[in-house]
């Protein structure tokens, strides 16, 4: 049963601290998207890849956040400082392109920024 | 530009009986369209999608939903639900053109179930 998987699970940081959320993609996919859920805002798109490259990063604030492909099987979200404001759940997810557009998600990382 | 509307924000249910999810869209031709599933904790599972054929499309754990053009509506249905489709139902619409694989989400509508 193919998934997405997402680490850690759970992240309590203190402001100003940098944070990783790392994504592994289903494999064979090669769009990765990476999404911000809060109570507030929904569920908005932060960055999503295609063949490791990235295509749209519009959704994030650059000067904090980062998101990279080392590799097909690996993708990281960064935030550096972080601040309390980044506490929500962020979601990575998968899929193929030009085959129908669905997205497969992963379980999710809930970030608390004290 | 797509856009997604899901009128309902919270919908109470008994169980046992139907459901219909309204989802009403905005894009220029047909989009592709799906209904996701969240229960709490969990990240966003995919019930069914629909872009051509048949416009009465079946997913899993017994939804089916309906495109309908005229009204650019896709609503998700079940027959009779169950206390386990507590949860929140989000409908989403994706571009035709080649290599946008961006999803428009709407805000979601919280399913409560009553015994």
């Known amino acids: 049963d193919a998934r997405v998987t997402q680490t850690p699970r759970h992240k309590v940081t203190e402001m100003g601290q940098e944070v990783t959320m790392r994504c592994q993609p289903i494999l064979g996919h090669n769009t990765v998207f990476w999404y911000r859920q809060t109570m507030m805002q929904g569920l908005e798109l932060l960055a999503y890849?295609?063949?490791?490259?990235?295509?749209?990063d519009s959704g994030m604030s650059k000067d904090r956040f980062s998101a990279e492909m080392p590799d097909a099987t690996l993708a990281t979200l960064k935030i550096q400082p972080s601040e309390p404001r980044d506490s929500a759940v962020y979601f990575c997810?998968?899929?193929?392109?030009?085959?129908?557009?669905?997205?497969?998600f992963g379980p999710g990382t809930r970030l608390t920024v004290l | 530009a797509q856009s997604v509307t899901q009128p309902d924000i919270h919908i109470t249910v008994s169980e046992g009986a139907s459901l219909e999810l309204r989802c009403n869209y905005s894009?220029?031709?047909?989009?592709?369209l799906f209904w996701y599933v969240q229960s709490p904790g969990q990240g966003l599972q995919l019930l069914l999608k629909y872009f051509s054929g048949d416009t009465l499309v079946q997913g899993i754990k017994g939804f089916e939903a309906e495109f309908k053009r005229s009204q650019s509506s896709f609503n998700l249905r079940k027959p009779s639900v169950h206390w386990s489709d507590a949860a929140e139902y989000f409908c989403?619409?994706?571009?035709?053109?080649?290599?946008?694989?961006?999803?428009?989400f709407g805000t979601g509508t919280r399913l409560t179930i009553i015994p």
């Open positions: 890849f295609r063949n490791r490259a990235p295509l749209d």
């Open positions: 997810a998968s899929g193929l392109a030009n085959s129908g557009k669905a997205q497969y």
């Open positions: 989403a619409v994706g571009p035709t053109n080649f290599g946008n694989e961006k999803l428009t």
């Open positions: 894009y220029g031709a047909t989009p592709y």
